[in-house]
């Protein structure tokens, strides 16, 4: 009866004993990670910042930074400004990490080249070869340049930059007319009158019609009332 007392006794101390050591582990576990939590912070995105206030923000949260070498051209990100980091923004990293950056170096500038003189479709294959961007196109009218060339450009040649805007003549405009009402009047006269001024005039197929004398204009093309130039073809059918 004493030695099992004795031994119950002796089990209720182990068992108080490693019940103790558990909790002592389970403790120390949770303490551990709180410390380590503790330790991390939340990176900040630096995404467009300028290197002086991205690292003035790492700097706040005890990280450090480290510039990559190789700048990258962006047309969205400011030259000297972040344009990529690692680890991303909003990870958990742990104080004194490094947050690798990558740091733009602008909008990608080429030498612009010498437009002006040149036409339209061979500025725009120019501008394409040298990886240049034709931002704008503005036109006007005048004699006094080149038809469909390019008169002024901006920036000027050998300037640096990732685009270019031109001006275009389109040349002096032609002259045009209002298409006169034909129908009724006599196709020969009518016809004759048209080629002295310049227009280009044909006579297509004719039938009979009841009551119209022969060689009377029934249809004309371009109708009356529309804008004609001389370079344009008028048609007109007669009567038979």
């Known amino acids: 009866m004493l030695l099992s007392t004795r031994v119950w006794g002796l ?47 790492a700097a706040v949260l005890g990280l450090s930074l480290r510039i990559d070498p190789n700048q990258r051209a962006d047309e969205n990100v400011p030259a000297g400004s972040v344009m990529q980091q690692e680890p991303a923004p909003g990870a958990l990293a742990r104080r004194q990490r ?33 990886g240049l961007e034709l931002a704008a196109v503005s036109e006007f009218r005048s004699p006094d340049y080149p038809a469909d060339a390019v008169v002024a450009q901006d920036p000027a040649p ?17 002259t045009t007319y209002v298409m006169p009402d034909l129908i009724g009047t006599s196709g020969a006269l009518a016809s004759d009158a048209l080629r002295t001024r ?25 109708a009356g009332g529309f804008r004609v130039g001389p370079a344009d073809s008028i048609s007109l059918e007669v009567s038979r």
């Open 98 to 130: 490094t947050v690798r950056v990558w740091v733009s170096s602008g909008a990608h500038a080429t030498t612009v080249p010498a437009l002006v003189g040149q036409t339209e479709r061979t500025a725009r294959i120019r501008l394409e070869e040298d």
């Open 158 to 174: 050998a300037a640096l930059a990732p685009s270019v805007s031109v001006l275009l003549n389109r040349g002096e405009q032609a």
């Open 11 to 57: 089990g209720k101390l182990l068992l108080l004993v490693g019940a103790l050591a558990a909790t002592f582990v389970l403790f120390a576990l949770l303490a551990m990670r709180v410390a380590l939590r503790a330790r991390e912070v939340q990176v900040p995105d630096m995404i467009g910042v300028t290197m002086a206030n991205a690292s003035q923000a």
């Open 198 to 222: 310049g227009f280009r005039v044909s006579i297509v197929g004719s039938q009979p019609y009841q009551g119209v004398l022969p060689g009377t204009v029934v249809r004309q093309q371009p």
